[in-house]
């Protein structure tokens, strides 16, 4: 008996090892991260950083400014998300409340297979397939621009957006949903009026991490978006080449001289990338937080 | 009872920790023999995209002539290739300009002593669409062209469309080497398009009538068209011949970088491209023999 117990110690402390292996990883990783970013700002002042217009690494002088990445990740993430989530709630109502079952079970595994397609495919298909057809279609001076990179990026949040917020549909207690139903509200009444809210913690938490995807995704928008360094106007600059932080750092991190000052800018700039997607996982939990807390009610 | 889980959590970390160190040394002992016996018989190319098809060929030929040997080829670029000969993580590095000051301090700072072979030409042409009407343009128009001064092709004699200008990334040793040659140290235009790849370059102009670049020789397919450049001494198509005469004003040297003096294999794969044979090879992948 007393053996046992030992037993299922020694193992509960291997698996408490385990796990804790993964923070000790994302701590090293941290400050590996941070102590080469800082590492700029003994050459470059923080403020000409986070304020400058021009990314001109190799340039003499050298200029590091933040802000056409910046703005060329968020234009890109925020087109990403317009496009993708009314999409996304759409087919989570579909397969929660209207599909048969028999057609559920068959979108479902569809929709898995999308999230497992890997980046450089659907990157490849993006310029071959929808940068010729885009530019034609809009007449532009060239099909690799933002927009292009939302429409795929929006592609690849979809299972994120769909599979979470589908769950938060489906955990609805049922006795609300029949209570709106009995009031005589119709379906669409009910899902539009009803559900919806009853959801919007746990889709909002869904728009969150399809956020993060799109935003710290590399190989699909450095294949589509042009990677020009420019500040994009808006809302002009949707239909312009844009570069986004996680391009930058993969189009330059081959180059660059280990301890440069370019070295440590790319650096600067993952530590930003770091915080912005570390900010936007944190909000999504907390908004799931509430929302569970709300269903024990 | 507590003192006893002390115990045996102590244990398992022991535990861990061995296991861990045993990982340890079989992975040294398999390592030290790899080295042994194949260190005679491996060796490593990396480095630049444009050098890298030639390289390709010449170490298919050389492993089909001698069977037991194994060389490797990886592409990303002339610094990439450049900075992991700094680290003695190659043999022979490729690279399309020549390494720069800051390299070779670097290098010998780690005890590598940078040997440059000269093993090839290369033409770098300048392609539009094939349907674009223009067919040749001066150097100060590339220039002007590609630092922003001109915007549209009706300004160059075309048709009244936007040029969409098109650049590798700053890995590219082409990138270097166009910059320094052709904008003069100017820097390009901010709005450029920057490819990956030159693969990425062919596919956007071969579909885009206002896109213009600039791609190594060897990828100057029928989906492009190359156009005569003017110095100042008469407009000059990318041609075998004018490449080879000098006349054409972008031709380059192709480099393999090695740290000393090569030896052992290295030394015979080199020997093997400097050779007839070798050198004919660099003919049939579209690049120009030295000797």
Redesign the interface.
Known sequence: MLKMRYKENAIETLLFLASAVTVLILFLLCIFLFREGISLFHEVSFIDFITGTAWYPTADPHKFGLLPLLFGSLIVTAGAIIISVPLGIACAVYISELATPRVAEILKPFIEILAGIPSVVYGFFGLVVLVPRLQNFLNLSTGQTALTGSVMLAVMALPTIISISEDAISSIPSYIKEGSLALGATKWQTIYKVLLPAAISGISAAVMLGMGRAIGETMTVMMVTGNSAVIPGFPSGILEPVRTMTATIALEMGEVPQGSEHFHALFAISSVLFIMTFLINLIADFIKKKYRFKEAI | MSK??QI??V???LL?GLTFLGIGCIDNENGSDEQITTEERSILIKGSDTVLPLSQAEAEEFMINDPDTSVTVVG??S??GI?ALIDGEVDIAMASRNMKD??IE?AQNNGIDPVLHIIAWDGIAVVVNPENPISELTFDQVRSIYNGDIKNWKEVGGED????TITR????GTYGYFQDNVLQGD?YR???????ATG?IV??IS??K??IGYIGFAYLYDSVKGLALNEGEGAVYPETETIISGTYPLSRPLYYYTDGEPTGLAKEYLDFVMSQEGQDIISDVGYFPVV
């Open positions: 006893n889980i045996y959590t244990l398992s970390i861990v990303g670029g610094g990439v900075a800051s390299e670097n469309r936007i040029i969409t990334d700053s890995s590219s820097e901010a709005d450029a398009l920057v490819q990956p990425a596919q956007e579909h885009n206002g896109a």
